[in-house]
């Protein structure tokens, strides 16, 4: 299986981008966002990306309309996603659902499905090809909340590639609505879930009271310079599957044997990441988990609600420690800032915001892991079958590289369902984080990450 070709260069041909509007007339009204919703570390705009094979049972049919009609129809649901967001005091974003619609682009490339590789995982050759950064589309206020590109290929595959406002949903939100754009597309009237706004159900109490200890949002001050350079980066993607995860939990001591993957693999990840950056011992570290909270209501959310629903729970510990100490050390960090989150934890963290202004959760020396593998992109059918990749279209979050790596679901040519993990770091670091997971992974046979197939890398 050889690896997927980073070089590969192709000519997109895209029309002038377009906006989509609600295909009836919506309420005309404000929606305020949660107090989840607008925190500072969720404006941004995030890019995934969807490849769909050449179905021949759809010939004749064009990719293109056939989702340009079904948005439109969507929208009539959706219809706070066709608006802008404005701020109102204290910098409270609200929806102004002004139906102006979401930006569209129409686009045909001369290339294949095939030549992307095997297996298909970031980095994306030409992604800015593919998901086009319309110029002035891309700022937080008064911006289209979605903008969409649909890029036919050659063999008759297209890709779907979509950039969302962070702030108004999560991936199982942005899931939820592309799939009501798929049943439409389908030939359904309405989506299967209804979507359900109320944003109040997380909106902070009166009055705020912060009521856990909330390090992810700590203000933590740069003192040796910005986390990582820009101008020598290395990104690498790594596969995961049964072999590999049991190979590293090797290393986990007998009572925390019945840690979760997404546990074990982390706090592999987050030791082998800070021993590679080589960190002064005495400086404080951190993994911030992505930790869903749909499950953790009482009485639960409503089924359709579609907004940012997850908290940032955070393990902190020192470099020297993380490093020195053995696996089982970080992974009890992991699993204890996991299990700090519940309804309450939630609530706190509204409150918080309201009283601290909406912060940004802390970047500095710290490695963001979030689990995508049940998100649903791949489950995506707009009539052409499930998808042969969905995700997240890079390993980063906002405009800071390094700083985040997302488990994306991948299943090869063996039958054999993994994870397949982005890395960004500095290409002396990745050098250094290679030869430590690879140690980690010695005894098993596929351990050699230099030549393992599963592993691609552009420096």
Request: aromatic fraction near 8%; charged fraction near 20%; proline fraction near 9%.
């Amino acid at each position: 299986m050889a690896p997927p070709p980073t070089s590969l260069v192709f000519t997109v041909r895209r029309r002038e981008p377009e906006l989509i509007s609600p295909a009836m007339p919506t309420p005309r009204e404000r929606k305020p966002l949660s107090d989840i919703d607008d925190q500072d570390g969720l404006r941004f705009h995030i890019p995934s990306i969807v490849f769909y094979r050449y179905n021949p049972s759809m010939q004749g049919k064009d990719p293109v309309n056939v989702i340009r009609e079904a948005l439109a129809e969507a929208l009539v649901f959706y219809y706070p996603f066709a608006g802008r967001l404005i701020e109102g005091p204290k910098r409270k974003l609200i929806v102004d659902c002004n139906g102006e619609g979401i930006l569209f682009i129409e686009a045909d490339a001369d290339v294949t499905l095939e030549q992307f590789g095997d297996p298909l995982q970031p980095p994306f050759p030409c992604l800015e090809e593919l998901l086009y950064d319309v110029p002035g589309s891309s700022g937080v206020l008064n911006s289209p909340l979605l903008l969409i590109q649909v890029t036919r290929l050659k063999c008759g595959g297209f890709i779907f590639g979509i950039r969302l406002l962070h702030t108004m949903s999560d991936a199982a939100g942005l899931v939820q609505f592309m799939t009501a754009v798929s049943e439409i597309a389908r030939g359904a009237q309405s989506p299967a879930i209804p979507p359900v706004w109320e944003r109040q159900l997380l909106s902070a109490r009166n009055p705020p009271h912060v009521t856990h200890s909330h390090h992810e949002y700590d203000q933590v001050a740069d003192t040796k310079g910005t986390i990582i350079p820009l101008d020598d980066m290395a990104h690498q993607s790594f596969f995961f599957g049964l072999n590999e995860i049991t190979a590293i939990r090797r290393f986990v001591p007998p009572h925390l044997r019945h840690s979760s993957t997404f546990e074990v693999l982390t706090a592999c990840l987050w030791r082998c990441r800070t021993i590679a950056l080589q960190p002064d011992p005495t400086e404080e570290v951190r993994v911030i988990c992505i930790v869903n909270a749909r499950t953790k209501f009482n009485p639960p959310l409503p089924i359709g609600y579609w907004g940012n629903l997850f908290a940032f729970p955070v393990a902190l510990t020192t470099a020297g420690n993380l490093c020195q100490n053995p696996l089982g050390y970080a992974v009890d960090l992991v699993r204890k800032a996991k299990a700090e989150v519940d309804e309450e934890y939630m609530k706190s963290v509204a409150d918080l915001m309201v009283i601290k202004g909406r912060p940004h959760f802390t970047v500095v020396r710290s490695y963001l892991v979030s689990d995508v593998t049940r998100a649903g992109f791949g489950e995506v059918d707009f009539g052409w079958g499930k998808a042969a990749y969905g995700g997240p279209a890079k390993g980063g979050v906002g405009a800071i590289p390094g700083v985040a790596s997302f488990y994306i679901p991948y299943r090869n040519k063996k039958g054999e369902n993994g994870i397949v993990v982005p890395i960004c770091l500095p290409a002396i670091a990745m050098e250094r984080f290679v030869k430590e997971l690879d140690s980690m992974l010695k005894d098993h046979p596929t351990s050699d990450l230099s030549k393992s197939p599963l592993i691609t890398s552009a420096l």
